[in-house]
């Protein structure tokens, strides 16, 4: 008696432990963003892989010798010379923030003062450690895509 009474008792338990595992395990997809203020995407070239390219901008969008970010996708383009043009992360390596300024020849973030360059992303004024991270784009006609 005692048994079944056991395997019944363990039987519902397992039940309620996997009800409450899916009930308690949404820690979403993208959760290994350590930034994430907003937290709603991942990493953008993961994103990209799987689309196969999105479209981003206009060349005509990009001014010469500076850039644009583009908060969404959390990429920002830039055109260091005429037809020359390259993309990063808007992420800050500092703390995460993103960048939301190009001006003077650098990617300017809001949150400590941090300025990238726009030819390659390297760091122009601190505290960020180290550089934006380039992100893969096409630039076919006047349409750039993230590769
Ligand atoms: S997060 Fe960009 S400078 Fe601190």
């Given at each position: 008696?005692?048994?079944?009474?056991?395997?019944?008792?363990?039987?519902?338990?397992?039940?309620?432990?996997?009800t409450t595992g899916c009930g308690s395990d949404d820690g979403g997809d993208g959760g290994t963003s350590t930034s994430a203020p907003a937290g709603?995407?991942?990493?953008?070239?993961?994103?990209?892989?799987?689309?196969?390219?999105?479209?981003l901008a206009k060349t005509s969008e990009i001014p010469v010798g500076g850039g644009t970010v583009f908060t969404g996708k959390?990429?920002?383009?830039?055109?260091?010379?005429?037809?020359?043009?390259?993309?990063?992360?808007?992420?800050?390596?500092?703390?995460?923030?993103?960048?939301?300024?190009?001006?003077?020849?650098?990617?300017?973030?809001?949150?400590?003062g941090s300025k990238f360059r726009i030819a390659d992303g390297s760091v122009a004024a601190g505290p960020a450690p180290r550089p934006l991270p380039a992100e893969q784009i096409d630039v076919s006609g006047e349409e750039i895509t993230l590769a």
């Open positions: 008696m005692t048994s079944s009474a056991t395997t019944r008792r363990t039987v519902l338990f397992a039940a309620a432990a996997l709603t995407a991942p990493a953008p070239s993961t994103r990209a892989a799987a689309s196969g390219g999105t479209p959390k990429v920002v383009v830039t055109q260091p010379e005429a037809g020359e043009f390259k993309a990063f992360s808007a992420i800050c390596t500092h703390q995460g923030c993103i960048v939301n300024k190009v001006a003077d020849g650098t990617i300017d973030c809001p949150c400590h």
